[in-house]
């Protein structure tokens, strides 16, 4: 560890693959020591192996409220601090409302938003105590519904009032809380994701330069959108 920076520790949740991998990868890069979290033990491992030196894993279930309240003592535990909380897992389910189930609604505001409620909870103490910060990886979903997607929407507006309320909240103690909404990514999330997509590295890198933004600002809400190749436009 270089001796001109104090160390700096994040919990990533939803880190094993697309963006929130590429999350892990920009900070441990940077020597930030990060616990990344996601459900595949496997994937993690693979993460960890990269970076042996600053990332450590804590595979299981973030919507389980035991198992988020061990991650956020974990990283103490192993850290001593913790800067940094990325509450980047999500999942979406899309159909019209009257062909989703109630357990595809369930999941959906489990792990979109219930877990980055879970999340904060267990965080705020001690991001209190470091006037850390919170970013939560909301949607362009999370500002416009669309058919089909009601339930994705839902619990990504969801997201954007906890963070609004948030930021009221911890504004006092100098923790700050942003919220990023990306577009369409090229990732697992999509299906078939476009060619002109947002790559997650890019995303990634967004994230990295919010939360190196000078001490005296607080960037809240940021709208990522892909720029569409005008053959694209005329489809």
Known sequence: MANHSPIKAALVTGASKGLGKEIVRR???????????ARSVEKLNELQEEFPDHVI???GDISDSNHVKNLVDQVIHSFGRLDFVINNAGLAHFAPVEDLTENQWDE???????????ACKY??????????HIVN????????AFARGAGYC????????????LTQELKPH????????????Q??????PKSYSLHASDVAESVYQIITAPANMIIGRVIMRPVVPVDFQKK
């Open 137 to 144: 990886i909301s949607s362009v979903a999370g500002t416009e």
């Open 174 to 185: 100098y923790v700050k809380v942003s919220t990023l909404c990306p577009g369409s990514i």
């Open 108 to 118: 959906m505001m489990s792990v979109n938003l219930k877990a980055a409620f879970l």
């Open 154 to 165: 839902a619990s990504k507006f969801g997201m954007m009032a906890l963070s609004d309320a």
């Open 27 to 37: 900070f441990a890069s940077a020597g930030i020591y990060v616990l990344a979290t």
């Open 187 to 192: 990732t697992e999330f999509s299906s078939n």
């Open 123 to 132: 965080a705020i103490p001690h991001l209190k105590k470091t006037q850390g």
């Open 57 to 59: 894993t804590f595979p």
